[in-house]
């Protein structure tokens, strides 16, 4: 709050940019080309390029090559982390009868990649351990917390137990969590057609969902915890750095984790007894969902090669003209866990003709103020590996000298998203209504605004949405590589991409994520690739050249006011809930009521939820609120004005907004990280029953389409996780925010 103040006091704002510099914008917006967008793609997906594999490194050198041919400064830096690739794994069901699970996704016609078997990484989750498991099966719904109250009310207890969930409703990693927390010994994942197989549509190569024997790889490394290499947290995985024994590193699973498909999953499911599957945990299985356990037993065994592999993290810049050290960086990452066309490469061919543009742009006489820097983030997908590892190389310079991040990642078809860091939430909106949809030919901005129209459940909702002045952005969990930026290091930062009308997520983290599906169903003529150049190039070009940063404060206040309110209703909520509950149970309720034929035990009694002192929070959030007014205030007498910039006072307002999201970051306890202070957070779980909003980004109150569940949802999956509502819990008697999604 006192950065606020004293920004306020020496505001002093022109009253709008120089026409010179909206000229170069829209010079700029004028030049990405979708065609050398679709070849980029088809260059960098040609092959499988996961971590460690020579197709990873031959991106690579091939990025830098075409960053240099536009005209920047390129490099490739190093880092060497823990990547492990299975060398046996075994599934197979052993009583009442034998079968074994194929674990293979095989080609099809008429997609030339998908043979590339020699090239592909098998399918398994990263960074579970070694195991070898003989069990009882135990069906485990989507395997989050409320999933296993229900179980234990059904008197079905995991224990000693191999438990096979479904993907879905949280981040992959928090199911074996929760399964090792309640003793099972080993877990499977699996993608029911419900949630993105032919319950959805057609399923490829005829349609767009997910295949029987369709797979989604993935980490389910503890990223909450920490993010970035296992065995080097909170320094860079350099040559020389001190590691961690395997033994000693707390990301990794604490029980032997495995995907499989539908077509693998079906046997094993349909051998499974016990009470029949509550009705909201049935997929679309052609089979009657029991929960177990027996007669299904299991025999379950992955082992993996444990090596280091080498990172290549392509960095490109174009040097500022007045303040070089001050960086605008944008990031995407290039690893994939096959040929990765969509996850990540429609993002990267975007950036990848960014750079183009702005080096014609260049060549044309244009120079940013400050240095603008593009990243091409290798080891994203196992664990944000190369964009941690480099924030923790750089962190010292890059808290001098980062005024923004800017992330994309996978891009499809449809409505413009941006979530981020509040202060940033009046320019988000700004570059938005200065793109023009490349299919309904309106500004991005108002598609996206009479899209939230047509789903706000409320007059209200509708009214608020027609009459605030700037659509509102959701705050950023985790997920992509965004996140040491923000939780880490504490740079204002914003994760952009388009999509809702592309192909959904039946491909996600599978063979068949390739340029022959994402050319037919995601994005068939490139143009909103095209349209996130345009984007994330227009971000960058009123960054760069911005007198003053364009930071406001006021969505950033509003929103922790929010925060503070939905912690308050939720205690009062919880404490009600509680009572009620306990009164229940003392009546007798639940075995007046209970079905004979169910066999459901009552809830156990819970502790009562205490009252809480909200009064700190109460007078922080007041305190900037009323800064943020302050600084506001300031901004609209500078701009009535008229007055010119002047040079010092403008360089120690910006001094004092960068320093604005780094005081926000806090070091919390029990944590061996630094993470935001607001960093909104979604439960693993808190109902079993599936849900159409999203739960992973582009949720509700971001400037963008409700786009579903990256794992797995019934709607476009691709946004990334850990963008959830704030939703503290209540357990125990005490209030903390569940754990993030990444």
Request: proline share 8%.
């Amino acid at each position: 709050m006192k950065i606020l103040t004293a920004a306020a006091a020496f505001a002093v704002l022109a009253a709008s940019p120089p026409e010179s510099d909206v000229q170069w914008e829209r010079d700029y917006r004028a030049l990405p080309r979708a065609d050398s967008i679709r070849e980029f793609n088809r260059r960098l997906s040609a092959v499988p390029h996961h971590v460690g594999s020579p197709g990873d490194a031959d991106n690579a050198k091939w990025l830098e090559q075409k960053f240099r041919e536009f005209g920047l400064d390129a490099k490739i830096e190093t880092f060497d982390v823990l990547f492990p690739t299975p060398k046996e794994r075994i599934l197979e069901l052993v009583e009442p009868a034998g079968f074994r699970a194929s674990l293979v996704e095989p080609p099809v016609a008429g997609d030339p990649t998908s043979s590339q078997k020699d090239l592909q990484l098998p399918t398994y989750n990263a960074y579970s351990i070694d195991g070898d498991v003989t069990a009882p099966l135990v069906y485990v719904n989507y395997g989050v917390p409320a999933d296993y109250e229900r179980l234990e009310r059904l008197g079905v207890d995991v224990r000693g137990k191999i438990v096979i969930a479904r993907y879905g409703a949280s981040w992959r990693g928090i199911k074996p969590k929760v399964a090792a927390e309640h003793g099972a010994l080993a877990c499977l994942i699996y993608s029911d057609p419900k949630d993105d197989g032919y319950s959805e549509g057609d399923v490829y190569p005829r349609g767009s969902q997910r295949p029987p024997a369709g797979v989604q790889r993935g980490s389910v490394a503890d990223m909450p915890l920490y993010p970035g290499d296992p065995l080097t947290p909170g320094v860079g995985a350099t040559a020389g750095a001190k590691r961690l024994d395997r033994k000693d590193a707390a990301t990794l699973t604490k029980i032997p984790v495995m995907p499989i498909s539908y077509g693998d999953a079906q046997p094993l499911l349909a051998a499974l007894g016990g009470p029949v599957a509550p009705p909201e945990w049935r997929g679309a299985l052609a089979i009657t969902y029991h929960v177990g356990p027996g007669p299904a037993k299991a025999h379950f065994r992955i082992a993996f090669n444990w090596k280091l592999e080498t990172l290549h993290d392509v960095i490109a810049k174009i040097p500022g003209s007045t303040w070089p050290d001050e960086w605008v960086i944008h990031g995407n990452h290039h690893d994939a866990w096959v040929n990765g066309s969509e996850d990540p490469i429609s993002g990267l061919s975007a950036l990848l003709e960014e750079a183009r543009a702005l080096g014609d742009l260049w060549k044309k006489g244009w120079r940013p103020k400050r240095t603008i820097v593009l990243c091409a983030w290798d080891g994203e997908e196992p664990g944000l590996l190369g964009s941690t590892e480099w924030v923790e190389t750089h962190e010292a310079e890059l808290k001098q000298k980062a005024v923004a991040y800017l992330n994309t990642d996978s891009n499809s078809a449809g409505y413009l998203s941006i979530d981020g860091s509040h202060s940033l939430e009046a320019f988000a909106n700004g570059v938005a209504g200065d793109i023009e949809d490349p299919v309904k030919k309106v500004s991005a901005a108002r598609r996206v605004r009479l899209k939230r129209v047509e789903d706000a459940r409320t007059a209200e909702e509708r009214k608020e949405i027609r009459e605030r002045a700037d659509l509102k952005i959701d705050a950023l969990g985790s997920g992509s590589d965004f996140t040491p930026f923000l939780q880490h290091a504490g740079i204002a930062s914003l994760n952009l991409g388009f999509g809702g009308e592309g192909g959904g997520g039946g491909v996600y983290h599978s063979i068949y994520d390739d340029f022959a599906w994402v050319s037919r169903f995601d994005d068939p003529d490139f143009a909103y690739g095209r349209a996130l150049s345009q984007t994330t190039g227009t971000a960058l070009l009123r960054l760069a050249s911005a007198d003053l940063l364009p930071f406001e404060f006021s969505g950033l206040a509003e929103s922790v006011a929010k925060y503070v309110k939905e912690i308050q209703d939720l205690a009062k909520e919880k404490r009600e809930a509680t009572e009620e509950r306990n009164r229940e149970i003392e009546e007798g309720l639940f075995e007046a009521t209970n079905n004979p034929r169910e066999l459901l035990k009552p809830p156990p009694a819970q502790p009562p939820v205490p009252y809480f002192d909200f009064s700190p929070l109460e007078n922080a959030s007041a305190t900037l609120s009323a800064a943020a007014r302050g600084y506001a205030a300031a901004l609209a007498r500078a701009r009535a004005a008229g007055k010119p910039l002047e040079a010092a006072r403008a360089a120690e307002v910006n001094r004092l907004l960068r320093g604005a999201a780094p005081a926000l970051v806090q070091a919390l306890p029990l944590r061996a990280r630094l993470l935001h202070g607001l960093r909104r957070q979604d439960p693993a779980g808190r109902a079993g029953a599936p849900r159409r909003e999203a739960v992973e980004g582009g949720c509700a109150g971001s400037l963008g389409h409700r786009r579903g569940h990256r794992e797995g949802r019934r709607a476009d999956p691709r946004r990334r996780e850990g963008a959830g509502q704030l939703a503290p819990t209540v357990r125990y008697g005490a209030i903390f925010p569940a754990r993030m999604r990444s």
